[in-house]
């Protein structure tokens, strides 16, 4: 059961960071954090005018690593 507990975590972690791509909540110290904790090697990209986030996304690059011996 214990296995299981950090695939859950992970799925909780990309869906928590889904969640801010939407509400274009980037900009921000703990999307940093959340972002190494998922391992995202993406590009998070935000359009700014005239001081108002207009769109916000992110291009696929969430690679898991799995440890292998």
Request: proline share 17%; aromatic share 0%.
């Given at each position: 059961m214990e296995a299981a507990l950090?695939?859950?975590?992970?799925?909780e972690k990309f869906a928590e960071f889904r969640r801010k791509v939407r509400a274009a909540e980037l900009l921000s110290a703990a999307i940093e954090r959340l972002l190494r904790e998922i391992g995202f090697t993406g590009k998070l990209m935000v359009v700014v005018q005239n001081g108002r986030v207009l769109k916000s996304g992110y291009e696929e690059g969430y690679f898991r690593q799995d440890e292998k011996a």
């Open positions: 950090p695939a859950a975590s992970e799925e």
